[in-house]
T-cell receptor
Framework: GAVVSQHPSWVICKSGTSVKIECRSL??????MFWYRQFPKQSLMLMAT?????????EQGVEKDKFLINHASLTLSTLTVTSAHPEDSSFYIC?????????????FGDGTRLSIL | SQQGEEDPQALSIQEGENATMNCSYK?????LQWYRQNSGRGLVHLIL?????REKHSGRLRVTLDTSKKSSSLLITASRAADTASYFC???????????FGTGTRLKVLA
């Protein structure tokens, strides 16, 4: 089945550091990927829609300059948390839709746990 | 804002019992999906039900959809300890490709 690889799975870094998270579709092409944020014991909150070859679409309240998204190819989207601070600590999950089979279901990565000290 | 509300928030049952989780949503949908998340992991797709379907089965899973009430339920029959996880419903936010997730139900199945 379709696999989405997310890397790294876990990162700890100092406040002020920028952190890049990668989301790759391994066996399908994804023109659209999605980035979510999840706080402990809470649901997933959609942050932005990543569109291959064009600008990402951010949800209301999400800072574009804080969370930079690049979708340079049909199999890779990256989320960069710039100048990260402790309040950015969270579980970040990406998903991708297979353009060959349609928008549903989306395939999810295993998430990245980000801890900012 | 989140579209889906799920109840109960947490559910603890004995192995072999059935578990029922409910999801309510706010706007029209094309489909509704249920996902499972083990602690600290990504989501696994369980089942998709389209807006013109009322019930769907997959193994020990049974999903119902009532579009007039904007609600869905997930039934897991003969539960196992390995079913312990969080379960989320997700809707396609009024026909877009974006998913809006419910608040989730944390299921614990005791052996």
């Amino acid at each position: 089945g379709a696999v989405v690889s997310q890397h790294p799975s876990w990162v700890i870094c100092k406040s002020g550091t920028s952190v890049k998270i990668e989301c790759r579709s391994l066996d399908f092409q994804a023109t659209t990927m999605f980035w979510y944020r999840q706080f402990p014991k809470q649901s997933l909150m959609l942050m932005a829609t990543s569109n291959e070859g064009s600008k990402a679409t951010y949800e209301q309240g999400v800072e574009k300059d804080k969370f930079l998204i690049n979708h340079a190819s049909l199999t890779l989207s990256t989320l960069t948390v710039t100048s990260a601070h402790p309040e950015d600590s969270s579980f970040y999950i990406c998903s991708a839709r297979d353009q060959g089979t349609g928008p549903w279901p989306q395939h999810f990565g295993d998430g990245t746990r980000l801890s900012i000290l | 804002s989140q579209q889906g509300e799920e109840d109960p928030q947490a559910l603890s049952i004995q192995e072999g019992e059935n578990a029922t989780m409910n999801c309510s949503y706010k706007t029209s949908i094309n489909n509704l999906q249920w996902y499972r998340q083990n602690s600290g992991r990504g989501l696994v797709h369980l089942i998709l039900i389209r807006s013109n379907e009322r019930e769907k089965h997959s193994g020990r899973l049974r999903v119902t959809l009532d579009t007039s009430k904007k609600s869905s339920s997930l039934l897991i029959t003969a539960s196992r300890a390995a079913d312990t996880a969080s379960y989320f419903c997700a809707t396609d936010a009024g026909g877009t490709y974006k998913y809006i997730f419910g608040t989730g139900t944390r299921l614990k199945v005791l052996a």
